[in-house]
């Protein structure tokens, strides 16, 4: 029997048991191969008694092995008390040690601390003593090395010069306790201005010739008396002079050549540029070492040589611009040249892996494009000048409607062409920066082109009143066509406008994108160099065209992007009203007929007055009506069966019917009819009275015309279905017959027919 299982942590006395009394069973099996019934109940009572038996036996030798173990724990007691006492003894014995030690080393420190003092002020006075002795040797030194400094000034020695100097310069520090010493460090100074002004003529030829030898022994000399900052201004000054003489070359040269030629100077004189930054960088290298700083010279240089130029470069592309008509595309010369530059700096800093300065890439940044910014700001008014010039060339008007609405299809052509090159040139001369402004001189643009539709809208009107006695004649289908044409005209320019407007605020993102990332670019742009406040300004304007784009839709900001919301509710008007010229000229011919419907005072004879309704025949205008309604779609289909999806568009913009699934034919189809029963509901309503064959009569009318409409798949509105009833209806049973009918139209026919209401 296993008992070491007792004492583990996931001890199970079933499961113990269990496996136990298997395998009990496992070694006595004798009883269960021989087939006795009842061999298992007598294993587990033999198992019980055995296993039971020495548990108990186990037991015993647990409580004896606790008894002997409690039996030499109360024998050791004592000793272990013994013990304790004593390492308690010994405890206190060494704090008290421990304590005379530490009265000791205090003894010690205060008898040795005055000594220690006593030792620091001797070693002080001996430091000052030894200062003071090297003053005086200095001092009695001093005005030796004045003599002979004095000496080697009058031999032109620079070399003996700059050694002396360094001598007073050290003795000068050694001097620093002796009183008078300003006065001596003044005069080091003045040494030092004597030096410089004696290097100074040959160190500016020096630089001016590129002599790396003779460089180099300057930079020595001047770094021993600590004028290295007055040297590379020496040699910023004489590289800004070579420069500043090689602009007034570029110009004379300039001044000599064809026009063409001279638009060029920019570039010539900042290749010359490059190509002289590049030969410094290395000449620097070589010169003045490794130091960071003195290597970014040349790039220093520039950026104090480009505002300082005389003439000016603003001033001279003035002088251009006034006897150049090409203004703009000259300012794009000129913008290029600056961008190329720009481009080309970048690349040289990129490939050697010149780093500049935040500061000194602002500052540099700032050389190249500030005079630039005047033509940022004069731009939208030269890009408006040129597009109103481009304009009023092509605003012409037109004797014929045709020729009217053909030419205002190739100005909107125009139009857009001329815009979207303004963009370029705005891309190109301002990098955008000047877009929004640009932008809010475009509306002037954009309404004159809505004057020329306009003007056009008056034209096919008038043409329309002209051709008024000429019913079903050529002329009218051929104005429904120029009508139609300046639909899809008008659907032209609407959709250039929303292409034009997504391009406008994609490149207004675009910029603002820019604009915020500039300050952590580490090339030079020209993003970094306009000025914070007008920065604000732009990004402000961006700001608000997006509001006004959310306000313009809110649910679908990508109908209308807001730019030019004023633009498309003049066009929504023009859409409206070229359609409404549309069903003038088909309701003209209707209106025409209406026009001679009459009371037929004629039937209203006696013997006529009882007459069936079948012997009345429709009368001629009506006939003549329904005429025309039938040929109708004939005329309309060849137009509109299979409209282009300008025209569809058009369409859809001017009556929400033409957004359904049905060809627009039928449906121009039926708003003519439903006005021409509009019309002829108004021209009924204006009969003062009407006897019971006139009344007959007009019903056959209405009946005619609705069989007419129903044969177009149309129906009569229903107002006339109502007058048709109320003139059908007898006298004795008008009143009932009336019921559902508008009670205006009930009372109208009702005094028509002169019947006596009952109420």
Same mark, same amino acid.
């Given at each position: 029997m296993d008992i070491s299982t007792l004492s583990g942590d996931s001890f199970d006395a079933v499961d113990w048991i269990n496996d136990n009394f298997k395998k009990y069973c496992d070694e006595n099996s004798s009883a269960a191969t021989k087939g006795d019934a009842g061999a298992g109940d007598?294993?587990?009572?033999? %198992?019980?008694?055995?296993?039971?038996?020495?548990?108990?036996?186990?037991?015993?030798?647990?409580?004896?092995?606790?008894?002997?173990s409690s039996h030499e724990l109360v024998a050791n007691l004592p000793r272990i008390v013994k013990d304790v006492k004593a390492l308690h003894s010994d405890v206190r014995e060494l704090q008290g040690r421990m304590l005379e030690m530490r009265q000791e080393v205090a003894a010690v420190q205060e008898e040795t601390g005055d000594c220690m003092a006593t030792l620091e002020k001797l070693n002080t006075?001996?430091?000052?003593? &030894?200062a003071a002795k090297e003053s005086l040797q200095e001092s009695d030194g001093w005005g030796k090395l004045l003599s002979e400094l004095e000496d080697s000034f009058e031999r032109n020695d620079l070399k003996s010069v700059c050694d002396k100097i360094s001598a007073l310069q050290k003795s000068l520090q050694a001097q620093e306790q002796l009183p008078g010493h300003e006065e001596r460090k003044s005069q080091v100074e003045d040494f030092k201005n004597r030096l410089e002004a004696l290097a100074s003529p040959s160190l500016v030829q020096c630089f001016a010739e590129g002599s790396v030898e003779q460089a180099q022994r300057y930079v020595r000399i001047f770094e021993t008396i600590q004028r290295k900052a007055q040297l590379l201004q020496y040699y910023r000054a004489v590289q800004k002079t070579a420069l500043q003489q090689q602009w007034k070359q570029t110009l004379e040269i300039q001044a000599t050549e064809t026009a063409g030629q001279q638009q060029h100077f920019l570039n010539l004189f900042y290749d010359q540029l490059l190509e002289h930054c590049q030969k410094q960088v290395k000449w620097c290298s070589q010169v003045f070492g490794a130091d960071v700083e003195d290597g970014l010279q040349p %790039?220093?240089?520039?950026?104090?040589?480009?505002?300082?130029?005389?003439?000016? +470069?603003?001033?001279?592309?003035?002088?251009?611009?006034?006897?150049?008509?090409? +203004?703009?595309?000259?300012? &794009?010369?000129?913008?290029?040249?600056?961008?190329?530059?720009?481009?080309?700096?970048?690349?040289?800093?990129?490939?050697?892996?010149?780093?500049?300065?935040?500061? @000194? +890439?602002h500052q540099l940044g700032q050389s190249i494009y500030e005079y630039f910014h005047k033509f940022i700001q004069q731009y939208p008014r030269l890009e408006e000048t040129h597009l109103s010039t481009q304009v009023d060339k092509v605003l012409v008007s037109q004797p014929h409607a045709s020729d009217a609405v053909r030419h205002l299809r190739d100005i909107t052509n125009k139009l857009f062409d001329w815009l979207h090159e303004s963009l370029g040139r705005c891309a190109n001369i301002t990098s955008d920066l000047a877009l929004c402004k640009m932008i809010n001189l475009l509306g002037g643009i954009f309404k004159r082109l809505l004057e020329q539709f306009s003007k056009t809208q008056r034209q096919l009107t008038l043409n329309i009143g002209s051709n008024a006695n000429n019913l079903n004649t050529d002329?009218?289908?051929?104005?429904?066509?120029?009508?139609?044409?300046? !639909?899809?005209?008008?659907?032209d320019y609407h959709q250039k406008l929303q292409k034009f407007e997504k391009t406008l605020q994609e490149r207004l993102l675009q910029l603002e994108h820019k604009l915020r990332e500039s300050p952590q670019t580490t090339s030079i742009n020209i993003y970094q160099t306009f000025e914070s406040g007008e920065q604000q300004r732009i990004l402000s304007a961006i700001a608000e065209f997006q509001q006004k784009r959310l306000e313009a839709n809110p649910d679908n900001p990508t109908a209308n992007l807001g730019i030019f919301s004023n633009i498309y509710e003049s066009l929504k008007t023009f859409f409206c009203e070229t359609h409404?010229?549309?069903?003038?000229?088909? !309701? &003209?011919?209707?209106?025409?007929?209406?026009?001679?419907?009459?009371?037929?005072?004629? @039937?209203?004879?006696?013997?006529?007055?009882?007459?069936p309704a079948f012997s009345f025949a429709p009368q001629e205008c009506i006939t003549q009506i329904g005429q025309y309604l039938l040929t109708l779609p004939q005329h309309l289909e060849p137009l509109l069966l299979a409209p282009s999806a300008l025209l569809k568009m058009a369409l859809e913009m001017c009556h929400i019917k033409y957004a359904q699934p049905i060809p627009s034919a039928d449906i121009l189809l039926s708003l003519v009819v439903a006005h021409c029963c509009v019309l002829y509901q108004s021209q009924i309503l204006q009969i003062k009275s009407l006897s019971n064959a006139s009344s007959k009569q007009l019903a056959v009318d209405i009946e005619y015309l609705s069989s007419v409409v129903e044969e177009l798949g149309l129906t009569l509105n229903a107002s006339l279905q109502q007058i048709l009833t109320l003139l059908k209806a007898s006298p004795d049973n008008y009143l009932s017959l009336s019921a559902g009918c508008e009670p205006r139209l009930v009372m109208a026919i009702r005094q028509m027919r002169n019947i006596i209401s009952t109420q």
């Open positions: 007598i294993e587990a009572v033999d %198992f019980i008694n055995t296993y039971v038996s020495k548990l108990q036996l186990y037991v015993q030798q647990v409580n004896y092995a606790v008894e002997e006075k001996q430091t000052k003593l &030894q %790039f220093m240089m520039l950026a104090e040589l480009l505002p300082a130029l005389q003439p000016s +470069r603003d001033n001279h592309i003035l002088q251009m611009l006034k006897t150049c008509n090409e +203004r703009l595309e000259l300012l &794009q010369q000129f913008a290029h040249a600056n961008h190329t530059f720009v481009l080309q700096l970048n690349a040289y800093l990129e490939q050697s892996s010149i780093k500049l300065s935040p500061d @000194l +890439r002329s009218n289908w051929s104005m429904l066509q120029y009508t139609l044409a300046l !639909l899809e005209c008008l659907a409404d010229i549309t069903l003038s000229i088909l !309701l &003209q011919p209707l209106e025409s007929h209406l026009s001679q419907i009459q009371p037929p005072h004629q @039937l209203q004879q006696g013997h006529m007055q009882d007459m």
